[in-house]
């Protein structure tokens, strides 16, 4: 069923897309005044994937670049409106409608501001599930949807279109050479599709349940209940319906470089009881990637890695990671589609250099 | 006046062309051997600057890359038409001429390519005068032409367009990004105008000129006089007037890398006199900026530093230069509108980091 966002959800939203970012995705709070900015007391029409016409035609947005170097240089909020119009000028057609690309952090809140500066719809799914790092990464792309032709647009009102037929993976390429050199952050409209398309290649409701998942963390936090349990009850009904708690712990250790458009690093988060040397190593380039215990994968890509506050859940992003910090280390289910060979391939273990198959985090038995 | 070019004609140019391209503008041969298989038996029609319709639509091709990878990494050849397509589609009006946005080295040839397969006519100009490292170093921006938007295509049919306003810079910048990713190597039109405008910018009868100079060095040997001579007197009555001889002796050593896109370095040409230990110092990015003798400026950018066989007058490319080669360096003079401050301001001295004024060869005294 569609829906309207108004800026009162935006808070839970930015929660809820912080968890799905898995580390990744870009601070979404500075998307938050963005949105807020632009929308005021009006309201966005989020349209629901199954009842869109066969023939709509969505632009989806979002912006490009290092997480690490996104929180430091702030956009002026009109380039997503940019990069949208020059790809519709490029093809020659409008769109009905934009959606998210990925739906963990600031992508979710970037086709919001196109949304409000237009007054487009938004399409409440998107192409990853979660966050990727890459621009190749998408469910779309799994399912016969490729990027090409992108528009891309830097904040001195450059723009960019780059056309690479199919190569998904050569279109991803050149456009992070462009979004270095714009600074190390660009904003995007890619992987313009049909609602026909959107149906067969689109993870569903995943904005929706972004801001479920914000809305139950505070509201147990409010009604002094667990809100790891919030978690859990909110994605049973899910496509997500899995969820294991990986490791309870402080951060010990933190390595991250911004190299080649990526934040990449690794974090170690250690038992809290000095005595006990127990520890969860976690690798991410942008989101987490693999958990390892004791040397053994707890939970690898495509499943969602997601470090919380102990006590509050509220979700840590890789550059939020701090010495000392006490955390909950959370593993959870992605959908079926996005576990396919097909899938896999696309943003699988292997698709980050990792050489462990991928297993199920919930077919994975804990001490 | 309009003139015809046959394949019969390339030869002299690729010479003359190399000669123009003062060391780099990449290597010209490779450029026949494409214009040859296009052209096979036919014609290219090669426009008079001065007689061109105010209102006649060009768009100049070219290629971009570091001169080292270019003699490596051969264009299929339908590289330089999808460009200029590419930007006909997205200005939304077709080319009635292309011309080259310089006149030294590869760059003489692409247009021709382009002609060859489109019937389109080469305009007489460029916008160097010469051959330069960057697509910002134009008399086209300098009077008022800009780049954007650029158009570029890579080897598997990449097309990507570049916007970037006035900004002819910011467009260099970007373009070289995406040459990078592309392997060091790609195709681009740019510079889009008008024939008022090509009045107004370009230097004129630039081309001819390569072809004559070519011709000129190949009639002397063949007839045994000076091919030295030759190159004074073909230029005597055009707007490069004046040539220095600046050094005659051997090449005694070369530094040379290809870094961030370009090919840098230098090269030291020692006296042929084992006793004598005066030399002439080169340093150049693609092409040849500056010749220092006993650390005393003889010749600088933008006047043209040409290092030439000392027997044959053959053209010497900065990737071609060799430990012990006996050659001549020739400082020769650029045109008065690639010496105005704003000329300067873009492809003088300073803009390659020199921090010596620009003082034109034939100034100078020499001992």
Redesign the interface.
């Known amino acids: 069923m569609s829906w309207t966002l108004t800026a009162a959800d935006l808070p839970d939203l930015a929660r809820g897309a912080t968890l799905l970012g898995t580390g990744g995705g870009g601070d979404p709070y500075i998307g938050t005044k963005l949105v807020e900015r632009v929308l005021g007391d009006g309201a966005i029409t989020i349209l629901d994937p199954d009842e869109l016409p066969d023939d709509l035609f969505v632009i989806p947005t979002a912006q490009m670049g290092a997480p690490t170097v996104m929180i430091e240089k702030i956009p002026a909020g009109t380039e997503p409106t940019l990069a949208l119009r020059t790809l519709e000028k490029?093809i020659g057609r409008r769109a009905d409608a934009t959606m998210p690309i990925e739906c963990g952090g600031i992508n979710s809140m970037i086709p919001l501001i196109v949304a409000a500066e237009t007054g487009l719809p938004v399409v409440d799914a998107d192409g990853m599930g979660r966050a990727f790092p890459e621009l190749s990464m998408e469910t779309f792309a799994v399912y016969g949807v490729h990027g090409s032709p992108l528009a891309l647009s830097g904040e001195?009102?450059?723009?960019?279109?780059?056309?690479?037929?199919d190569?998904d993976r050569?279109m991803e390429?050149?456009a992070?050479?462009?979004t270095?050199?714009?600074g190390g952050v660009s904003h995007i409209a890619e992987y313009a599709m049909t609602g026909a398309d959107v149906k067969r290649t689109a993870v569903p409701r995943t904005l929706s349940m972004a801001l479920a998942l914000g809305r139950a963390i505070r509201r147990a936090r409010d009604a002094h209940t667990s809100p790891v349990q919030a978690i859990v009850d909110t994605l049973a009904p899910t496509l997500y319906s899995e969820v294991r708690e990986l490791f309870v712990g402080k951060v010990s250790d933190v390595e991250r470089r911004t190299t080649e458009g990526f934040a990449k690093g690794s974090a170690v988060i250690a038992s809290l009881d000095p005595g006990d040397d127990d520890h969860l190593d976690i690798a991410f380039q942008n989101e987490n990637l693999v958990a390892r215990r004791g040397g053994e994968v707890v939970a690898i890509v495509p499943d969602l890695i997601c470090v919380v506050d102990m006590e509050t859940c509220e979700p840590v992003t890789t550059e939020g990671l701090r010495y000392g910090q006490r955390v909950r280390v959370l593993g959870i289910s992605t959908p079926e589609m996005m576990r396919t060979p097909a899938a896999l391939a696309a943003f699988g273990p292997r698709a980050f250099g990792l050489d462990e198959p991928f297993i199920p985090v919930e077919a994975r038995q804990y001490a």
Chains 1, 2 share one sequence.
């Open positions: 490029h001195r009102g450059e723009t960019v279109v780059i056309d690479t037929g190569d050569q390429w050149l992070r050479g462009v270095i050199r714009l």
